[in-house]
T-cell receptor
Framework: EAQVTQNPRYLITVTGKKLTVTCSQN?????MSWYRQDPGLGLRQIYY???????DKGDVPEGYKVSRKEKRNFPLILESPSPNQTSLYFC??????????????????FGPGTRLTVL | GNSVTQMEGPVTLSEEAFLTINCTYT??????LFWYVQYPGEGLQLLLK?????DKGSNKGFEATYRKETTSFHLEKGSVQVSDSAVYFC??????????FGTGTSLTVIP
């Protein structure tokens, strides 16, 4: 089954304790992205990756790191989590598309979400 | 910069009522526009999209037309069902790498 998986689904941690949220897709997609969803703010993009070893900042990258060493995996790293990073996190992936500028035609597939609480 | 503004919810409708959820956008270029739907406890799913002015996206009875002159992409459905209860997000992307989402509109349809 084609899917995007995230782990863990729920996490409660304390300020300053490093954590990693994993994201994996089995669709051979070039593009992957992380979002956070907060009440009244909708989804905001944290980081995205156009391909292996190619990552770039989204709207709200502060306090987060990512890496893309393999095509299928795109982990989100919080080196020193703070309470303002309490949120619902979504990973997404899609095909990049054959032509630049047309890649947004392709549907993004979202993971089920990771609910993170930082105390 | 780029941004999306959606009408605030929550919206409550009776089954078979007409639905409109307003969405306007600000973009520096010529974005593609999307509506995503999020059912309780799930990730977002693409509902429909439009990639250029005057395009109409449609899916599952929902429609939205890309209006460049009014920078709008309003979502409509002629007759909603209880199963349409969800949160709806309007979004844009200019080159397919950065995406900008609205704040979401919660819809509840009552029998």
């Amino acid at each position: 089954e084609a899917q995007v998986t995230q782990n863990p689904r729920y996490l409660i941690t304390v300020t300053g304790k490093k954590l990693t949220v994993t994201c994996s897709q089995n669709m051979n997609h070039e593009y992957m992205s992380w979002y956070r969803q907060d009440p009244g703010l909708g989804l905001r993009q944290i980081y995205y990756s156009m391909n292996v070893e190619v990552t770039d900042k989204g709207d709200v990258p502060e306090g987060y790191k990512v890496s893309r060493k393999e095509k299928r995996n795109f982990p989100l790293i919080l080196e020193s989590p703070s309470p303002n990073q309490t949120s619902l996190y979504f990973c997404a992936s899609r095909n990049r598309g054959a032509l630049a500028g047309l890649s947004s035609y392709n549907e993004q597939f979202f993971g089920p979400g990771t609910r993170l609480t930082v105390l | 910069g780029n941004s999306v503004t959606q009408m605030e919810g929550p919206v409550t409708l009776s089954e078979e009522a007409f639905l409109t959820i307003n969405c306007t956008y600000t973009a520096t270029g010529y974005p593609s526009l999307f509506w995503y739907v999020q059912y309780p406890g799930e990730g977002l799913q693409l509902l429909l999209k439009a990639t250029k002015a005057d395009d109409k996206g449609s899916n599952k009875g929902f429609e939205a037309t890309y209006r460049k002159e009014t920078t709008s992409f309003h979502l409509e459905k002629g007759s909603v069902q209880v199963s349409d209860s969800a949160v709806y997000f309007c979004a844009l992307s200019e080159r397919g790498n950065q995406f900008y989402f609205g704040t979401g509109t919660s819809l509840t349809v009552i029998p």
